[in-house]
Every structure is written in C-alpha cells, then in structure tokens.
C-alpha cells in the first residue's frame, strides 16, 4: 500500500507490518537524465516490491534529497551532510515505533547514502522495537552500474521514457582515481566533464525493463525473509 495516497483507515485496516522507506537523491545524472533519477528508480522499485509480496507492506514518502556533495559544482544539485540524512531517516523510523511495523527496509536509490543508511540501520535495530535492513538495488546485480551509464538510463527508459534525452558517453569509467594510495578528485567534474560516469549510448527501455524485474525481484525475496524474521519473534 502507498501511504501518501491513502487514508489513515486504509492503513489501520491493512495492519502493516513492514514499511518500505525509498531514500534517493537530487543530483546531476549526466547531460541526458533527470536530477531525480536515483529519487524516482528507488520509489519505483518499492511500489513494485510492494505489489508483489505476499506480505503486508507500506511504501512511505521517499527522501528525495541525500548525501552528494561530490556533484555539487553541477547545476541541480541539492545535499545533505550525513548527520542531516542520518537524524531525519532516524526520526522517520522512529515514528513507526507505535503502530503495527515491525521491520523497516531503506530502499536506496544512491550510492552515497549507503554509509550513512547502514549506520541508521544498525542503530534503530539496537535502540528500538524495529528491525530495520538498507538495502541498495545497485548492489542486486552482478555488473557495474557506474552513474547514469547504460543500466541506470535504461531503467529510465523503462520507467519514465519522457525524462531522458539523448543518452550520452561519459567521460570516465571508474570513481576515485587514486594516485599512492590518496583520491586525487574531490568534485565529479574533475574526472567527467558532462558529470557521466559510463557509456549510456546503448541503453534500451528492454533492458531497463530486464533490470527492473531482477532488482525488484530481489527486494521482494529480501523483505519476505526479513519479514518473517520478524514475525516469528
């Protein structure tokens, strides 16, 4: 069930008993996909999950801005620090303390945030009556998924066609290039001059729709294990 769209009967009636967070960003993604790609591929993947596990499930208003600071000499990119995103996701979950949720899964749309969303994790697992996992779909398939490349504009493609332009080839194939052992770069714009990181030129909605499924299924075989987990407390 999606909260944002129904009312607080509906939800009393369905008893949830896992939450979905979706937790993205709002950062450049390249000359050809949106600012809200990481934003929308996360709440995406969390309605899918929803629809498709036996369980009762509640996907909650996505967190649409994170931890990006490394993009920000690009127009369009807003960011958190990591203190911010870690005291909002963790007040977040803590409302959840009182109603039917028992398990709380961060669906993570950006790489950035995965640090910070594993720490919250951990902590409101130690310090509350939840159990709550991260979980990132980038880390659901075997290949690299670099940053608005050719798996991350596919799933575009397949989502939401009418956002993306014109895929385009970055400018570099690998982060934090390291000279004796230090990262040389501190910004993106440093080692992409059009802010991509991969070659997106070969993306296809039928791909995307291939990723979709794969990503999606993987969170729906992860929440129905730590979803029993739970219940069987």
């Known amino acids: 069930m999606d909260l944002e769209t129904n009312c607080w009967t ?13 937790v993205g960003s709002t950062e450049q993604h390249g000359p050809h ?17 929803d629809r ?9 208003p996505a967190v649409p801005v994170g931890v990006a600071p490394y993009h920000a000499t690009f127009p369009g990119t807003l960011t958190v620090t990591a203190e911010t995103l870690r005291r909002y996701v963790r007040e977040i979950v803590c409302s959840l303390t009182d109603s039917s949720i028992e398990t709380v899964i961060l669906v993570n749309g950006h790489g950035g945030n995965g640090q ?17 996992y991260s979980w990132e779909w980038m880390r659901a398939l075997e290949d690299d998924v670099g940053h608005a490349g050719e798996l991350e504009t596919s799933l575009l493609l397949a989502l939401c066609p009418e956002t993306v332009g014109e895929p385009a080839a970055g400018d570099a194939t690998a982060w934090n290039d390291t000279v004796d052992g230090g ?8 080692f992409s001059e059009n802010g ?13 729709a291939d990723v979709f499924e794969t990503v999606t299924g993987a969170l729906v075989s992860f929440l129905e294990r730590v979803g029993s987990k739970s219940s069987s407390r």
């Open 10 to 22: 509906a939800v009393d009636e369905l008893n949830p008993t896992i939450a979905l967070l979706p």
């Open 33 to 49: 996909a949106p600012v809200g790609t990481d934003t929308t591929i996360a709440r995406e993947i969390a309605a899918e999950a």
């Open 52 to 60: 498709n596990t036996a369980l009762e499930s509640l996907v909650l």
């Open 116 to 132: 910070t969303l594993a720490e919250i994790a951990r902590t409101c697992t130690q310090t509350t009556s939840l159990d709550v």
């Open 183 to 190: 990262v040389v770069h501190h910004f993106t714009d440093g």
């Open 196 to 208: 991509a990181v991969g070659d997106a030129t070969d993306s296809s909605a039928r791909q995307g």
